[in-house]
Protein backbone atom coordinates (compact mmCIF):
# COMPACT_ATOMS: atom_id res chain seq x y z
CA UNK A 1 0.00 0.00 0.00
CA UNK A 2 1.43 3.84 -0.97
CA UNK A 3 -0.94 4.84 2.26
CA UNK A 4 -3.80 6.31 3.82
CA UNK A 5 -6.49 8.68 1.86
CA UNK A 6 -9.43 10.53 4.31
CA UNK A 7 -12.16 10.87 1.68
CA UNK A 8 -14.54 13.35 3.75
CA UNK A 9 -18.81 12.80 1.61
CA UNK A 10 -21.91 12.85 2.75
CA UNK A 11 -22.90 11.25 0.22
CA UNK A 12 -21.77 7.31 0.56
CA UNK A 13 -22.44 6.24 -3.24
CA UNK A 14 -19.31 9.10 -3.63
CA UNK A 15 -17.45 8.22 -0.95
CA UNK A 16 -17.29 4.20 -2.21
CA UNK A 17 -16.59 4.92 -5.70
CA UNK A 18 -13.49 7.02 -4.74
CA UNK A 19 -12.30 4.77 -2.21
CA UNK A 20 -12.67 2.05 -4.78
CA UNK A 21 -10.53 4.41 -7.50
CA UNK A 22 -7.78 5.07 -5.05
CA UNK A 23 -7.53 1.10 -4.35
CA UNK A 24 -6.82 0.63 -8.05
CA UNK A 25 -3.42 2.89 -7.35
CA UNK A 26 -2.87 0.99 -4.46
CA UNK A 27 -4.02 3.58 -1.79
CA UNK A 28 -6.16 2.56 1.30
CA UNK A 29 -8.81 5.05 2.80
CA UNK A 30 -11.18 5.68 5.21
CA UNK A 31 -13.94 7.30 5.21
CA UNK A 32 -15.95 10.38 7.19
CA UNK A 33 -19.78 11.74 6.76
CA UNK A 34 -19.16 15.19 7.27
CA UNK A 35 -16.56 17.37 8.51
CA UNK A 36 -16.84 16.93 12.01
CA UNK A 37 -15.96 13.30 12.12
CA UNK A 38 -12.99 13.84 9.87
CA UNK A 39 -11.27 16.47 12.25
CA UNK A 40 -11.80 13.76 15.44
CA UNK A 41 -10.03 11.16 12.71
CA UNK A 42 -7.40 13.48 11.37
CA UNK A 43 -6.62 14.68 15.20
CA UNK A 44 -5.80 10.40 16.03
CA UNK A 45 -4.76 9.47 12.47
CA UNK A 46 -2.08 10.28 9.98
CA UNK A 47 -2.67 10.63 6.42
CA UNK A 48 -1.07 11.28 3.23
CA UNK A 49 -4.25 13.18 1.83
CA UNK A 50 -7.86 14.41 2.40
CA UNK A 51 -9.78 14.02 -0.11
CA UNK A 52 -13.58 16.28 0.78
CA UNK A 53 -16.56 17.67 -0.72
CA UNK A 54 -17.55 21.19 -0.83
CA UNK A 55 -21.23 20.74 0.26
CA UNK A 56 -21.83 18.94 3.39
CA UNK A 57 -24.18 19.07 6.76
CA UNK A 58 -22.69 20.14 9.52
CA UNK A 59 -19.24 21.85 8.04
CA UNK A 60 -18.48 23.24 4.55
CA UNK A 61 -15.38 21.73 2.92
CA UNK A 62 -13.84 25.21 3.05
CA UNK A 63 -14.32 25.33 7.03
CA UNK A 64 -13.14 21.74 7.16
CA UNK A 65 -10.29 22.62 5.09
CA UNK A 66 -9.31 26.05 6.99
CA UNK A 67 -9.24 23.81 10.44
CA UNK A 68 -7.28 21.13 8.80
CA UNK A 69 -4.80 23.68 7.46
CA UNK A 70 -4.69 24.80 11.15
CA UNK A 71 -4.42 21.76 12.91
CA UNK A 72 -1.70 19.83 10.76
CA UNK A 73 -0.70 22.73 7.91
CA UNK A 74 1.64 20.08 6.60
CA UNK A 75 -1.41 17.49 5.53
CA UNK A 76 -2.66 17.91 1.67
CA UNK A 77 -6.29 18.80 1.29
CA UNK A 78 -8.01 18.57 -2.00
CA UNK A 79 -11.88 19.79 -2.33
CA UNK A 80 -13.96 18.28 -4.57
CA UNK A 81 -17.12 19.87 -5.89
CA UNK A 82 -20.24 19.93 -8.75
CA UNK A 83 -20.50 23.34 -7.82
CA UNK A 84 -19.04 26.24 -8.98
CA UNK A 85 -16.80 28.19 -6.04
CA UNK A 86 -18.07 31.69 -5.46
CA UNK A 87 -15.35 34.53 -5.18
CA UNK A 88 -14.40 34.13 -1.79
CA UNK A 89 -14.44 30.09 -1.51
CA UNK A 90 -12.17 31.07 -5.50
CA UNK A 91 -9.64 32.87 -3.39
CA UNK A 92 -9.89 30.64 -0.16
CA UNK A 93 -9.57 27.42 -2.00
CA UNK A 94 -6.55 29.08 -4.32
CA UNK A 95 -4.76 29.80 -1.30
CA UNK A 96 -5.07 27.00 1.40
CA UNK A 97 -6.61 23.69 -0.56
CA UNK A 98 -3.70 21.80 -2.62
CA UNK A 99 -5.84 20.51 -5.15
CA UNK A 100 -9.47 20.61 -6.40
CA UNK A 101 -11.51 18.61 -8.56
CA UNK A 102 -14.77 19.09 -10.46
CA UNK A 103 -17.15 16.51 -10.27
CA UNK A 104 -17.86 14.16 -12.87
CA UNK A 105 -13.97 13.46 -12.30
CA UNK A 106 -12.50 10.52 -13.98
CA UNK A 107 -9.39 8.15 -12.76
CA UNK A 108 -7.09 9.42 -15.06
CA UNK A 109 -8.49 13.10 -13.08
CA UNK A 110 -7.29 10.82 -9.84
CA UNK A 111 -4.24 9.64 -11.05
CA UNK A 112 -3.20 12.97 -12.15
CA UNK A 113 -4.15 14.47 -8.55
CA UNK A 114 -2.21 11.50 -6.66
CA UNK A 115 0.99 12.53 -8.52
CA UNK A 116 0.58 15.75 -8.14
CA UNK A 117 -0.44 16.02 -4.26
CA UNK A 118 1.51 13.14 -2.70
CA UNK A 119 5.12 13.91 -3.32
Known amino acids: MNGRILIVDD ?11 LEVFDYESERAADGLE ?5 DQNSYQLVITDMRMPKM ?14 AMPVVVISGY ?3 DDGNSLMNSMADGFLNKPFK ?4 EQLLKDVIK
Open 11 to 21: NPNMSSLLSEM
Open 38 to 42: AIEKV
Open 60 to 73: SGLDLLKRIKEMKP
Open 84 to 86: ALD
Open 107 to 110: MSDI
